[in-house]
């Protein structure tokens, strides 16, 4: 499957962004949907994951109560609603899927990569 993640940018602290991850392939409902993040001089980490069916979701404990990820297995898409977004959220994110559908924070457990898009917050 080919990821490809959209929606970044320039924002200010409170802001919000929707990002986007679109996926090719017909089996998008049989991957997990993970986010992840590194920013400058920083390891990449977890910051999101969405089940196959939607049904369960789990957040990394700096982002829980505002980003809010959901998945249009329809559409091949998944989202993640950031809100309140703060200056530490500055990162390049990055979608990825994880070939069945149980469920991990790790990124060693993803199969494909989307390449990635910038959110920068300003204070």
């Known amino acids: 499957v080919q990821l490809q993640a959209f929606g970044g940018g320039l924002v200010q602290a409170g802001d919000s962004l929707r990002l986007s991850c679109a996926a090719s392939?017909?089996?998008?409902?049989?991957?997990?949907l993970g986010w992840f993040r590194q920013a400058p001089g920083k390891e990449r980490e977890f910051v999101l994951f969405?089940?196959?069916?939607?049904?369960?979701?789990y957040y990394a404990d700096s982002v829980k109560g505002r980003f809010t990820i959901s998945r249009d297995n329809a559409k091949g898409t998944v989202y993640v609603q950031m809100n309140s977004l703060k200056v530490e959220d500055t990162a390049v994110y990055f979608c990825?899927?994880?070939?069945?559908?149980?469920?991990?924070?790790?990124?060693?457990?993803?199969?494909?990569w989307g390449q990635g898009t910038e959110v920068t917050v300003s204070s």
């Open positions: 392939g017909r089996t998008f409902s049989s991957y997990t």
């Open positions: 969405i089940s196959c069916s939607g049904g369960r979701t």
């Open positions: 990825a899927a994880r070939r069945d559908c149980t469920t991990s924070i790790y990124a060693s457990h993803y199969d494909y």
